[in-house]
């Protein structure tokens, strides 16, 4: 849903894509714990995906 929202503004569309490439490309923490992270944030907001 994120993508959808930020998609009716290029500009902020496009910060948000190179964001979440950013983090998906770095290499400094273990994939696992970025894995592991990520379930812990969406658990603490209440996300459901």
């Known amino acids: ?3 959808q ?3 009716h503004h290029p500009k ?3 910060g948000y ?3 979440e490439q950013s983090q998906a490309s770095s290499k400094l ?3 696992k ?3 592991l992270a990520e379930l812990r944030v969406a ?3 209440g996300c459901p995906f």
């Open 1 to 3: 849903m994120p993508v």
């Open 5 to 7: 929202v930020t998609a």
């Open 12 to 14: 902020v569309f496009w």
């Open 17 to 19: 894509v190179l964001m």
């Open 29 to 31: 923490i273990d994939p």
């Open 33 to 35: 714990l970025k894995g």
């Open 43 to 45: 658990t603490l907001v």
